[in-house]
């Protein structure tokens, strides 16, 4: 763990931690059309985990775990499989102030399911870093919320990302199927109330990617969310509306959608 020096150099030696938080989410689109895709929308099932595995003086060394399933919903099946996505990410976090930073490498890798795709499966390799408000991370909001900080009602939290993607066609593992260059985040989360036994925040979450031949793709994404309270964990009532979609993987121009997420 040496590298660790990197990040704090002069602290104290770190240690081991076993510390996971996450969340699962069913989602239906109440549209069904989209662009890029020969599968309507019908259902998309998630999960995470965030894990935290050696702590140091300013923050953490993490793994996140992430996983997507798009099954689409049709005249002649109620049920088809379309498509999984999952992503691998490593990192370091640092979290001792009040904001938060992470430092990582991701992975990501997108397969179709009932149907074959020429050229094989898309995945990439990016360098991500993120900033902003500890609010505007999910691992943070369970502790938030269930600790009942009413100081939440009516603000604001953010959060910048930015990712620069890996490329060489020498190397068939570091790249394959997508021409991206770079990646930014931004979201924008409005903290509207907070009760004893229930809460409601916004998010207008914005999405731009950089290609190789230089042009932009753009998706926007806005969210109401109903939190119902429990003493270790959260239910989110939501409902979605993709505004404008420009990225031909799992593109969502237009669509709208209900869903229910569970976070512990």
């Known amino acids: ?11 104290q030696a770190g240690e081991l931690e076993f510390e996971s938080s996450g969340g699962t989410y069913f989602q239906y689109y109440l549209n069904q059309d989209n662009l890029y895709s020969e599968m309507p929308p019908g259902y998309r099932f998630a999960f995470s985990i965030d894990n935290l595995v050696y702590r140091t003086g300013p923050g953490h060394v993490y793994i996140n775990l992430a996983d997507a ?26 979290t001792e102030w009040q904001y938060e930073a992470n430092l990582g490498l991701s992975h990501e890798c997108i397969h179709r399911i009932d149907r074959e795709r020429v050229g094989g499966s898309i995945f ?22 269930v600790e009942r900080d009413f100081q939440l009602r009516n603000s604001y939290d953010y959060r910048l990302a930015a990712d620069a993607f890996l490329a060489g066609n020498e190397a068939w593992f570091v790249a394959q199927n997508h021409d991206y260059r770079g990646h930014l985040l931004g979201l924008l989360r409005y903290n509207w109330a907070l009760r004893e036994q229930s809460a409601f925040y916004a998010d207008l979450r914005q999405d731009l990617w950089l290609r ?29 509306h993709t505004f404008l979609d420009q990225n031909r993987f799992e593109n969502e121009n237009g669509l709208w959608s209900l869903g229910v997420r569970i976070l512990y």
């Not at 763990?1 to 602290?11: E, H, I, R």
């Not at 500890?134 to 909001?141: E, P, S």
Request: a positive charge; hydrophobic letters at 40%.
């Open 124 to 145: 990439w390799n990016s360098v991500q870093a993120s900033f902003g408000t500890k609010g505007a991370y999910d691992h943070n909001l369970v502790g938030r919320v």
């Open 69 to 94: 399933t798009v099954i689409s919903r049709q005249d002649t099946a109620v049920i088809k499989l379309d498509q999984i996505r999952y992503r691998i990410d490593p990192g370091f976090r640092w």
């Open 1 to 11: 763990m040496a590298v660790l020096g990197v990040f704090a150099p002069g602290s």
């Open 212 to 240: 190789e031949n230089g042009s932009f793709q753009y998706r926007g994404t806005a969210q109401l969310n109903w939190i119902l309270l429990s003493r270790k964990s959260v239910g989110v009532l939501f409902v979605e």
